[in-house]
């Protein structure tokens, strides 16, 4: 059970998180909701993260899925593994996400090195950040620093406060206890 009560989420701000959300708040929208206004700068935020970069689409979602691995974020995995496997990511691919150092090719293992230093480290070497330069265009490159740095947010905020994850679609597998450690 999440350490505090959700919320009704009723007025504009509600709103406005349905809209974006398609119509219904999830337990993360309700819990946010204690506070209106970090909730709605929280809506707009991840909005942008979510929908209006030009980060490809699996890209987000691998770094998305990384984080909720290395920070125990099951809620977190749940809520991305659909989006993920609209956006490419296959069974295999997603498997290989738990492991502590993922194989998934040149251009996304050069994503995960990048997204475990910001999240294990903070500091990322400049061979790490290097390595992404000849792959990424520098708007590429601020959005995928951004969107490591926002779903780091996300995850440790579901993980203090317990948030629970949302149903889950047939076949989808969160991170299990193992998989990878969490992050102290």
């Known amino acids: ?17 349905r809209e974006r959300r398609g119509g219904a708040l999830r337990p993360l929208d309700r819990m946010l909701l204690h506070s209106p206004q970090l909730a709605d700068g929280w809506n707009s935020l991840l909005g942008a993260v979510r929908s209006r970069m030009e980060l490809p689409a699996d890209i987000r979602e691998l770094v998305i899925l990384r984080i909720a691995v290395l920070n125990g974020a099951a809620y977190e995995w749940a809520a991305h593994e659909p989006e993920a496997r609209r956006a490419g990511l296959d069974d295999a691919e997603l498997a290989e996400l738990r492991r502590p150092v993922p194989d998934l090719g040149r251009r996304r293992g050069r994503v995960i090195a990048y997204t475990d230093a910001m999240t294990r480290d903070i500091r990322v070497p400049d061979e790490v950040f290097g390595a992404l330069r000849g792959e990424f265009t520098d708007a590429e490159l601020v959005e995928l620093t951004a969107t490591v740095a926002a779903y780091n947010m ?31």
């Open 154 to 184: 996300v995850s440790r905020f579901l993980v203090a406060l317990d948030v629970r994850e949302p149903l889950r679609p047939a076949g989808a597998v969160p991170p299990q206890e193992g998989d990878q450690q969490p992050v102290p």
């Open 1 to 17: 059970m999440a350490r505090l009560p959700d919320t009704d989420g009723t007025g504009e701000i509600a709103r406005r998180i």
